[in-house]
């Protein structure tokens, strides 16, 4: 059993869960809690350790011994340093960490996001969490945008991070990666009504961040600038509550015009 | 200028900022930064106080000029003074204390939102903004839903809470407030997609915590249960982000249907 927070292990874990520079340099991220480390189970993930303590529930009894079974090296800590090497106050006594292996991008896209210097990690994590949820293809990630693999934003995806592609892109490859899709971008400007832009074809989304919304790169990128319809004395959106509106435009669009 | 935290003033703005108890006794909160307590203004609240700094900008000073005008007591502080007051790390210089009298409903309701045990602050806020946005009558909040006018409620509705009625409400006020409403209510397991609900009619949208969806009381009052269809894989959304799609499913129906 661990039992003192200065274990290499366990310091190892606080700089993952504490820098950006960290985990790109170990690919290597942090998730916590019985239902996001399960989630990593069930989607085939192989994490390099993980730490519980004894008085886990039943359920997370299992998963420890699941990942036994697959070798995976599980070691019993104490309270103490759990809660040392948790991000949040209340650890819920398992911790996995993972290799950050992003997941590739299908061959054919026809749904992506691009989330544009979206720097609130609570609002990235919603967003992947929707777009995994209107079956975007994948989430593509402008310089300027939050850490997606930080702990707040694996928190907020819930599970997102195992079933998504997430690329950290420059614009140039942003522009690369999305040349065979119609581009549209949301803003209060915007020509057309989200409802009436057409969401059936091969498309990119752009969604600007809170401040400023789309930026000079965006600007020069897309092809179709859409407006989200307000009532009166209303200027903007939450920016996860705008994505969560034009993600789900788009699945309504595309079940409506595929044959039941 | 007040230089002391131990001030009467800022003592009493801390309590306003830390407990819902004395907002509920003294029946005021607090507003920050200059965008927020100028909408305050625009949207013609009297504060019964405003706090400032000396470094404030030329927009907060008009700001404070317009208040001084109506007669409202500002008072200069010191940075010290307003970090006090504060809520936020780094406070941008403006602080009123505005009296809390929800707005009422309007006599003919024909769109309200149920915020069913929200308990986080930052989706009850992102909810308010977006039922505004969206054109909602009112929020009506059922008991165990986060306290509408904390700070970060607050700073995440965005100043909806000066335009939109905002209820706490029990279940049987609830109840009589939709007495003449369909009431919707989202759920994985609804019968009905969204897109195929008729949400034309006037009506109220149940939407549940982030815990444990709508609770027993729901289940009693709502007449339809819809789903938000979703890819393989996803089992549920952030709730602010499923209001969103909710709110905004609700104006896109409502547009159609209106000759243009």
Request: include cysteine; proline fraction near 6%.
């Amino acid at each position: 059993m661990i039992s003192s927070a200065q274990n290499p292990k366990i310091k190892r874990i606080r700089l993952l869960q504490t820098q950006t520079r960290s985990r790109k340099k170990e690919a290597a991220f942090v998730v916590e809690g019985i239902r996001l480390v399960e989630e990593a189970f069930q989607t085939g993930q192989v994490p390099e350790l993980v730490i519980y303590t004894r008085d886990l529930d039943e359920r997370g009894e299992q998963l420890v011994g699941r990942f036994h079974e697959k070798k995976v090296v599980c070691e019993e800590v104490s309270q103490e340093v759990l809660k040392a090497a948790s991000d949040t106050e209340t650890p819920q006594g398992i911790l996995a960490v993972l290799p950050l292996h992003p997941l590739a991008l299908p061959a054919e896209c026809d749904f992506l996001m691009i989330a544009d210097e979206i720097r609130d990690p609570g609002n990235l994590g919603t967003l992947l969490r929707t777009a995994q949820a209107a079956g975007a293809n994948g989430l593509l990630l402008s310089p300027g945008t939050a850490d997606p693999f930080s702990p707040k934003v694996v928190r907020a995806g819930m599970g997102a991070h195992f079933r998504l592609p997430i690329l950290n892109c420059s614009w140039e490859e942003i522009n690369l990666i999305t040349n065979n899709l119609t581009i549209f971008a949301s803003d209060m400007e915007g020509d057309t009504r989200i409802w009436d832009a057409d969401f059936t074809q091969p498309l990119a989304l752009i969604l600007g961040g809170e401040a400023h919304g789309p930026g000079e790169h965006s600007r020069d990128l897309a092809d179709i600038w859409v407006n989200i319809p307000m009532s009166a004395g209303s200027e903007s959106l939450n920016a996860a509550a705008a994505g969560a509106i034009l993600l789900f435009e788009v699945l309504r669009q595309r079940t409506k015009s595929r044959p039941s």
